[in-house]
């Protein structure tokens, strides 16, 4: 057989799940809607840290929008999370022959 050991290979991936576990729990992203009304901030695990907002916007009253603005937000964090472990993930998954 030409080298292959799959048990180099599990260590190998066990390894770099590892390293993606703390990765995303290092990864933070911040995403704001409605000018900067609405701030949040998030972990590489989707965990909401925080939600900042600006008096303006709920000295206004409109709590429709206000829902607007914070899921806006949320949602944009997480897409931003997505992108970056996306990256992650491709340069770990290039180290891993077969992939």
Known sequence: MSGFNLQDLMSQAKRQYEA???????????????????????????????IRLDPTVVQSGD???????????????????????????GGMLGGIPGF
């Open 20 to 50: 993606l576990q703390k990765k995303m729990q290092e990864t933070v992203v911040e995403s704001s809607s409605g000018g900067g009304s609405v701030t949040v901030k998030m972990d590489g695990r989707k965990q909401l840290l925080g």
């Open 63 to 89: 709590i429709e929008m206000l829902q607007d603005l914070i899921t806006a937000a949320v949602n944009g964090a997480a897409r931003k999370v997505d992108d970056s472990m996306q990256s992650v993930v």
